[in-house]
């Protein structure tokens, strides 16, 4: 029987989990690393069996995907690596043009909330590869970068820019938390093959659990490869970054699905389904 195809976005924020993958966690699992906008497109597509996906992807497939429990992308307030950039306060966005990275899709909404209900704006958008180096076109008045990306900016920001951490933004919106990122499976994998969904169910979750336990060898191994600190991995990794799908947390994923419809960004308020596992 084929190993299932499991997506892996390799980012800093699931640190814990490449930790495991490294150290056997991911044996019996065919593992595919991309970015959110690549993975979120090989689920739909059904070259991924399970994989993390932008929590927007789920509410646009609702009815192809189910939701890992236990398990997801999260902050209570600041999250650090979704950042707008811009030239001038955000109280001063209208029609501006804004610039907003390729490689994700729910940070895209969750700026167009909080820019239309927080601040009455609505600027044009438009989507380009960016990098934090140079995070500003010049023909535009702002960015929004996510990821490693918009945590080295994060560390390092330039004078003469205003810098907006999208996960305090939020929280000063709605007062809840938000999910960035979810853990979905292809209802069709769910079906069909319970075990190996309980399989990469367990690996996961054990996975977790183990890289956190080892968060010290974690940060150390990849501080050659990475421009930043012990100190601001050790942050960044818990208390800002959280993992569980609470019920707290599934508030808010509801609350950010249903302002997404309320400005026609999905077509409907999907119903979160979990996939069925021993938990």
């Known amino acids: 029987m084929p190993y299932p195809r499991v997506g892996h976005i ?84 209208q029609d501006d043009k804004l610039i907003l990275t390729a490689k994700s899709a729910t940070s895209h909404c969750l700026l167009k909330i909080i820019l239309r209900l927080g601040y009455g704006a609505i600027p044009n958008y438009y989507v380009r590869h960016i990098t934090p180096e140079d995070p500003i076109p010049e023909d535009a008045t702002g960015s929004l970068l996510i990821g490693d990306d918009a945590l080295w900016l994060y560390y390092h920001r330039q004078p003469g820019y205003y810098y907006y951490d999208l996960g305090r933004e939020w929280k000063k919106l709605t007062g809840k938390k938000m999910v960035y990122a979810l853990w979905v499976a292809s209802r069709k994998f769910a079906e069909e093959s319970p ?73 409907h308020v999907p119903e979160i389904r979990l996939a069925h596992v021993r938990r």
């Not at 090989?42 to 789920?58: A, E, K, M, P, T």
């Not at 990469?200 to 501080?223: N, P, Q």
């Not at 947390?249 to 419809?261: E, I, K, P, Q, S």
């Open 195 to 267: 075990e190996l969904l309980q399989l990469v169910y367990d690996r996961i979750h054990h996975a977790f659990a183990t890289g956190l336990t080892h968060k010290k060898e974690a940060i150390e191994a990849v501080l050659p490869h990475k421009p930043f600190t012990y100190e601001q991995l050790d942050h960044y990794l818990g208390p800002t970054i959280r993992w569980e799908l609470t019920d707290e947390y599934l508030d808010g994923l509801r609350t950010f699905y249903r302002l997404a419809h309320e400005m026609n960004l999905i077509d």
């Open 10 to 93: 390799n980012f800093l924020n699931v640190l814990p989990l490449s930790w495991s993958y490294a150290h056997g966690a991911d044996r019996e699992l065919a593992i595919t690393r991309g970015v959110p906008a690549v993975l979120n497109n090989d689920i739909i597509n059904h070259r991924l069996d399970v994989s993390n996906v932008s929590s927007i992807v789920y509410a646009r497939q609702s009815e192809e995907l189910v939701v890992l429990p236990d398990v997801c992308i999260s902050t209570d307030g600041d999250v650090e690596s979704i950042l707008l950039v811009s030239r001038k306060p955000i109280e001063e966005l």
